[in-house]
C-alpha cells in the first residue's frame, strides 16, 4: 500500500501497470517488491500544500532534513524513497533553519576532524596574490605609485591567460580576477558528506536467519546520525503544523 499524486496515477495507468478502482486509488497489476507502508500512518495520511512550520501556502520549498550532502553517499536501502525526512516547509523558515544548520554541520567538521568544504584542498596561492592585488585596486586612497604596482601584478596575470591584455579594460580583468578560486582538489580529495558517511559506516552488523534466506546489512551509527539531524530540526524550528505521526525513530531502512 502506497500513497501517490495524480501524475504517478496517471504514470502507472499509461504502462498498463495497474487497473484503476476509484478515481482517486489505483490497484497495481504485479507483485511489488514489499508492503510498501502498510501500518504506516504517516505515509499513508492525507498531506497538504503548507509549511510544517508557519502554515504558509505560498513559497514553498521541499526541505531534506538530512542535508543532501550526507543523504546522497548513505547505501541505497536508507536514501532511496526516504520521503520521511523530506518535509514541505517556506522559504523563510528554510533560511532560518539553515543558520542553525549550518553550525551543526560545524560541528560534525570537528567532530570528525574534517573540513566543512572538503579534506585535502590545494591552496592557489597565486590566485590569492591576484586576487588581493584586484581588491586593493577598488579601494580609494592608495598611492600612485602602488596602485601601479597592483596593475602590473593583475596585467601580467591576465596577458598569461588571455595574451591580449592590451584591448581589455582594467574593470574587467579586476573583475576576472575577484572570481578565481583560493583552493582545488587534488586527486585525494574527499567531500565532507563523504568522509562523515564513509566513517559511519566502518560500524556495522548483519541481520541473519530471515525467512526469506537473506543477509541484511544495519549501520548503528548512522542511525544516529540520521536521528540526530531529525532531533535537530524539531528543536531548532518546533514545526507546529508537522503531522502528529511524524516520528524522529520511524524507520530508516527501505526494504
Same mark, same amino acid.
Given at each position: 500500500?502506497?500513497?501517490?499524486?495524480?501524475?504517478?496515477i496517471?504514470?502507472?495507468l499509461?504502462?498498463?501497470?495497474?487497473?484503476?478502482?476509484?478515481?482517486?486509488?489505483i490497484?497495481l497489476?504485479?507483485?511489488s517488491?514489499?508492503?510498501g507502508?502498510?501500518?504506516?500512518?504517516?505515509?499513508l495520511?492525507?498531506k497538504?500544500n503548507?509549511?510544517?512550520?508557519?502554515?504558509?501556502?505560498?513559497?514553498?520549498?521541499?526541505?531534506?532534513v538530512?542535508?543532501?550532502?550526507y543523504?546522497?553517499?548513505?547505501?541505497?536501502?536508507v536514501?532511496?524513497?526516504?520521503?520521511?525526512?523530506?518535509?514541505?516547509?517556506?522559504?523563510?523558515?528554510?533560511?532560518?533553519?539553515?543558520?542553525?544548520?549550518?553550525e551543526?554541520? *560545524? !560541528?560534525? /567538521?570537528?567532530?570528525? &576532524?574534517?573540513?566543512?568544504?572538503?579534506?585535502? $584542498? %590545494?591552496?592557489?596561492?597565486? @590566485? =590569492?596574490?591576484? *586576487? !588581493?592585488? /584586484?581588491?586593493?585596486? &577598488?579601494?580609494?586612497?592608495?598611492?600612485?605609485? $602602488? %596602485?601601479q604596482?597592483?596593475? @602590473? =601584478?593583475?596585467?601580467?596575470w591576465?596577458q598569461?591567460?588571455?595574451?591580449?591584455t592590451?584591448?581589455?579594460?582594467?574593470?574587467?580583468?579586476?573583475e576576472?580576477?575577484?572570481?578565481?578560486p583560493?583552493?582545488e582538489?587534488?586527486?585525494?580529495?574527499?567531500?565532507q558528506?563523504?568522509?562523515?558517511?564513509?566513517?559511519?559506516?566502518?560500524?556495522?552488523?548483519?541481520?541473519?536467519?530471515?525467512?526469506?534466506?537473506?543477509?541484511r546489512?544495519?549501520?548503528?551509527?548512522l542511525?544516529?546520525?540520521?536521528?540526530?539531524?531529525?532531533?535537530?530540526?524539531?528543536?531548532?524550528?518546533?514545526?507546529?503544523?508537522?503531522?502528529?505521526?511524524?516520528?524522529?525513530?520511524?524507520?530508516?531502512?527501505?526494504?
Amino acid at each position: 500500500m502506497f500513497r501517490c499524486n495524480i501524475k504517478k496515477i496517471a504514470w502507472y495507468l499509461s504502462r498498463n501497470l495497474a487497473n484503476q478502482i476509484a478515481h482517486d486509488s489505483i490497484q497495481l497489476n504485479f507483485k511489488s517488491k514489499g508492503l510498501g507502508h502498510v501500518g504506516d500512518t504517516y505515509h499513508l495520511e492525507d498531506k497538504s500544500n503548507f509549511c510544517v512550520c508557519c502554515a504558509a501556502i505560498e513559497n514553498l520549498t521541499m526541505h531534506h532534513v538530512v542535508p543532501d550532502m550526507y543523504r546522497r553517499h548513505m547505501p541505497e536501502i536508507v536514501k532511496s524513497h526516504a520521503s520521511h525526512d523530506v518535509l514541505l516547509i517556506c522559504i523563510n523558515c528554510h533560511t532560518s533553519y539553515e543558520k542553525a544548520a549550518s553550525e551543526l554541520k *560545524k !560541528k560534525i /567538521a570537528i567532530d570528525f &576532524n574534517v573540513p566543512l568544504n572538503g579534506q585535502r $584542498r %590545494i591552496r592557489l596561492e597565486y @590566485n =590569492i596574490k591576484i *586576487k !588581493k592585488a /584586484a581588491s586593493a585596486l &577598488n579601494r580609494i586612497g592608495i598611492p600612485e605609485d $602602488r %596602485i601601479q604596482e597592483l596593475k @602590473n =601584478i593583475v596585467f601580467t596575470w591576465h596577458q598569461q591567460i588571455t595574451d591580449k591584455t592590451e584591448n581589455d579594460k582594467l574593470e574587467g580583468i579586476i573583475e576576472k580576477a575577484l572570481m578565481l578560486p583560493d583552493y582545488e582538489k587534488n586527486n585525494e580529495f574527499v567531500e565532507q558528506g563523504k568522509y562523515v558517511v564513509n566513517q559511519l559506516l566502518k560500524d556495522c552488523f548483519y541481520i541473519t536467519g530471515l525467512e526469506d534466506g537473506s543477509t541484511r546489512m544495519r549501520w548503528p551509527k548512522l542511525e544516529d546520525f540520521i536521528y540526530l539531524w531529525r532531533e535537530h530540526f524539531l528543536k531548532i524550528m518546533r514545526p507546529r503544523f508537522l503531522s502528529q505521526y511524524w516520528k524522529v525513530d520511524d524507520k530508516i531502512y527501505i526494504e
